[in-house]
């Protein structure tokens, strides 16, 4: 497995921006497809986006398509989540993981190797 460690979060205005990265440690990192979900207070932890293992790939949901781009350099061992045009129910604790199958997923059963989250707050 990969360990992960994700940064880049804080407090930003509606309408702002903020690029999130996730630093992958482990010789497997170029073979995991990556993925980022979100938790907000009192919900259940949700897809966010996913890249696939050589970063040809990519899915999104719905609610941050067109607005959140997700990348990789496998060089760097670091997968990021661009966020633009932020809206306070973007507000939650973002989470970096890693699936081993190596295709884009929406499925938070695939994941195996998860950060421990980065706090983004969005303020109206």
């Known amino acids: 497995q990969v360990q992960l460690v994700e940064s880049g979060g804080g407090l930003v205005q509606a309408g702002g921006s903020l690029r999130l990265s996730c630093a992958a440690s482990?010789?497997?990192?170029?073979?995991?497809?990556m993925g980022w979900f979100r938790q907000a207070p009192g919900k259940e932890r949700e897809f966010v986006a996913s890249?696939?293992?050589?970063?040809?790939?990519?899915s999104y949901a719905d609610s941050v398509k067109g607005r959140f781009t997700i990348s990789r350099d496998n060089a760097k061992n670091t997968v990021y989540l661009q966020m633009n045009s932020l809206k306070p129910e973007d507000t939650a604790v973002y989470y970096c993981a890693g699936n081993r199958f190596g295709g884009t997923s929406d499925s938070i059963k695939e994941y195996v190797s998860w950060g421990q989250g980065t706090q983004v707050t969005v303020s109206s």
């Open positions: 482990g010789r497997t990192f170029s073979t995991y497809a």
């Open positions: 890249i696939n293992w050589v970063g040809t790939g990519t």
